[in-house]
């Protein structure tokens, strides 16, 4: 069309003796011109990306940097055939959330919460996540610490409440099978990444409750134990009640980053949400003044009698590595702490030295001074959505005598630095900075046996009573055992 029209306009020019010639040509030319506007606007495949190549050049690019392929045991060339299809599918569609979903699925195969894929259109995230969880039929699972699967955050309508089904009603089978096996099969279980199986296992069955037709039959347990059958009609998308689920069920102190909340006569929590605290922190990369302020506070509030301090780090979803030195060092009783050390690089070899039975060599070492401001025992409650900085500031923290860490899972497991790669389509992250024990070992990252190097002190049950202060009371179950736990 293009070439068309620039031909018509010369010969507007060269036959310029006849108007009749002339008039047809422009006319001809103006017209081509409209028509090229619906072309742009509406063809998906005009402005359409290449998705097949950009998953190649991602994989290449992994295949370089990736510092965990040997830890975890990643075979990028397998990855690549299994997932070949679903990118050559999502180019023939010109569909970016087809794209979006199978980064996601491939990303989650290397069970590191640093691997993701992030769209340049970032409507698509939740257009993606909305067709993987599939459909609502009023409720979500989750497993108890006793292995019973029960429904939670039912909606509350006359439909259940006459069949008798509520916040923790025991579910024994989802479309006349295992739920655990349709929670695996469910696409939004394959594009989550877990790196710690611990935590995997806790929300597993929630990913069951989306699968199904317009219908799907249970069976479950009556307030008399006796096993009952009923089917659910699909009432919506099941996106926004899974995420509602996830939040209630990992929210922490509703209150702002880095902000105090009064939770008990005894008892303050300092509220940290990621790892990054203002502009000019996280350009200089200095504390100093967050250190102050948390000082300042400390003094005031032990001043005012309280004597047990909660670091809430639910759901925070890491930052900076020199504000966990900054925080940690307040905290700690008096003395030299380690923290990790990282890789020790070869600058003409471009990449971390390795010792002669292939392990990664420790090089500088990194520490700090302990301050002990505050005088009395410290709580960090944790999710499994604590990843990356928090996962570091868990690890660091854990052990100290002055300092507990409770959660009803472990934090995420993520505790590399990550590098990005832009594509075409969107931006693709992943671990690329090596950080390690003192004795070379990974830092926190699991292997292939998907166990974490974080872990907590208190694992607080996720039981009946857990579901009911969650979703009956809209309580704060984990805060109230933290407190339970203190007296």
């Known amino acids: 069309m293009y070439i068309l029209i620039y031909l018509m306009t010369i010969c507007s020019f060269i036959i310029?003796?006849?108007?009749?010639?002339r008039k047809y040509t422009c006319v001809g030319a103006f017209v081509l011109a409209l028509v090229t506007i619906p072309v742009c606007m509406f063809n998906k495949g005009y402005r359409s990306v290449d998705y097949v190549q950009d998953f190649k050049d991602g994989v290449e690019c992994m295949k370089e940097h990736y510092i965990l392929t040997e830890h975890k045991g990643v075979d990028f060339d397998a990855l690549y055939e299994k997932y070949l299809p679903m990118f050559e599918e999502a180019n023939k569609e010109h569909d970016p959330v087809a794209n979006l979903i199978a980064w996601s699925c491939f990303c989650a195969e290397t069970h590191d919460g640093h691997?993701?894929?992030?769209?340049?259109?970032?409507?698509?995230?939740?257009?993606?996540?909305?067709?993987?969880?599939?459909?609502?039929?009023?409720?979500?699972l989750m497993t108890l610490a006793d292995g019973a699967i029960v429904a939670v955050n039912v909606e509350d309508n006359d439909f259940f409440k006459a069949a008798g089904i509520q916040n923790g009603t025991i579910v024994t089978s989802w479309d006349g099978r295992d739920i655990l096996e349709v929670a695996r099969e469910s696409l939004i279980f394959k594009m989550s990444t877990y790196a710690d199986k611990d935590n995997e296992a806790f929300e597993l069955a929630l990913y069951a409750a989306g699968t199904g037709g317009d219908s799907v039959k249970i069976t479950y347990l009556d307030d008399a134990g006796v096993e009952k059958e009923l089917e659910l009609p699909k009432i919506g998308d099941y996106y926004d009640r899974v995420k509602e689920t996830r939040e209630i069920i990992h929210r922490g102190v509703e209150t702002g980053h880095m902000m105090w909340a009064e939770v008990s006569d005894e008892a303050v929590a300092l509220r940290v949400k990621f790892m990054q605290y203002d502009s000019e922190a996280s350009k200089t990369e200095n504390y100093s003044g967050m250190q102050q302020e948390i000082r300042d506070k400390a003094v005031e509030y032990q001043a005012a009698g309280?004597?047990?301090?909660?670091?809430?780090?639910?759901?925070?979803?890491?930052?900076?590595?020199?504000?966990?030195?900054?925080?940690?060092?307040?905290?700690?009783l008096p003395g030299e702490y380690y923290y990790c050390n990282d890789g020790l690089w070869d600058d003409k070899a471009e990449g971390y030295v390795k010792d002669a039975n292939g392990h990664y060599v420790p090089g500088k070492e990194h520490y700090f001074q302990g301050e002990n401001i505050w005088k009395g025992p410290i709580t960090i409650l944790v999710t499994m959505n604590s990843a990356s900085a928090a996962d570091h500031l868990t690890k660091v923290m854990q052990g100290m005598?002055?300092?507990?860490?409770?959660?009803?899972?472990?934090?995420?497991?993520?505790?590399?630095?990550?590098?990005?790669?832009?594509?075409?389509?969107?931006?693709?992250?992943?671990?690329?900075?090596?950080?390690?024990?003192?004795?070379?070992?990974?830092?926190?990252?699991?292997?292939?046996?998907?166990?974490?190097?974080?872990?907590?002190?208190?694992?607080?049950?996720?039981?009946?009573?857990?579901?009911?202060?969650?979703?009956?009371?809209g309580g704060d179950y984990l805060l109230q055992k933290c407190l339970e736990y203190y007296e």
């Not at 310029?16 to 010639?21: A, C, G, I, M």
């Open 16 to 21: 310029k003796d006849n108007v009749e010639v």
């Open 115 to 140: 691997n993701y894929f992030m769209p340049k259109n970032e409507d698509v995230i939740e257009e993606a996540y909305k067709k993987a969880c599939g459909n609502d039929y009023g409720f979500s």
């Open 306 to 332: 309280k004597t047990h301090l909660i670091l809430d780090l639910r759901s925070n979803g890491g930052g900076s590595g020199q504000m966990v030195k900054a925080i940690a060092s307040l905290f700690a």
């Open 401 to 473: 005598e002055n300092v507990t860490v409770m959660g009803f899972t472990e934090p995420n497991g993520c505790g590399q630095g990550i590098h990005g790669i832009h594509l075409a389509s969107g931006d693709l992250s992943f671990s690329s900075a090596l950080m390690l024990e003192k004795n070379g070992d990974i830092y926190i990252d699991s292997g292939v046996d998907l166990e974490s190097g974080n872990d907590i002190d208190v694992r607080v049950p996720f039981d009946e009573e857990a579901v009911r202060v969650l979703f009956d009371e």
